[in-house]
């Protein structure tokens, strides 16, 4: 909202000031006046428009008429109030130009095509493995690529509200693929500031948790390593404090693990982490991340340790 038709009338404050104001008065300016704001755009606007530009930089909050309104009967204590004062420029975001890229594991469509899934492909230092898998899936059968999928689309919400830029690796949970390594290479084409693979675990045994996963050493180096722990450390202080999970109870230390055959991070030459967000296979775990209240509590965790992450100028 830029005009205040409240504020538009000058011949209404002369009168106001040569006034004695007795209640009665008062009350009625005060009608008169709070009618002229719910009737914005009125033919009083035109003439005084030099008058409302004039009182611009002098104004209250914008969001504001009937306090406003009120204000004018008082006369000048509104134009020396503080907040008369504020910029109307809001600062500039800091998550604005940063680029993340979201990698939801898996797809709904590996299953069907083993061929593809199966065929073999670049895992960093001159190994090979197969192109993806078709990921794991609750004892009732919730599929662990519907609950990446759904956490990275919340993820993705959240951090474009925010101005992030999100780049997804998938945009649907019906295709096959891509293959891991075009996984790492979408972050890395894309000068990501930070890249983050959504998964859930399979473990039988009895334990549950989340992971913190972060390749032993990636293709950007002993640099990029540094940088991918820190957002490690990041992701971990959120998923703790917000998401509901503990750490990983049956593998790793403390939910933190570093592991050499994901080829996903390996490739990465950006910030990367994979996020075991907990086990499939423990009913606790399941049944949380089977839950939309429990997938917006694993994405809001996810979206604040990656801003975290980003606001350090990683
Ligand atoms: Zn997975």
Redesign the pocket.
Known sequence: MTRRPGRQAPSTRTSISALSISALSLSALLASALTGCAAQGAPVAAPQTPVAAGEASLSASDSDMASTTAGQSASASVAASPSSAAPSTPPPNPLAGKVVVIDP??NGGNAADPAAVNALVPMGFGQYKACD?T??EGNDGYS?HAF?FDVSERLEALLSARGVKVIMTRTNDTGVGPCVNVRAAIGNNAHANAAVSV????YDGNGHGFQIIQASSSAGGAGNDTASNQLGQDLHASMLSESGFTPATYIGSDGYEARTDLAGLNLSTVPKILV?CGNMRDSGDLSRMESSTGRQRIAQALADGIIAFLAGGK
Do not use: I, K, Y
């Not at 998964?199 to 399979?202: A, F, K, L, N, Q």
């Open positions: 594991g898996h898998t990921g794991t662990e990446a998964h859930g675990d399979g075991e």
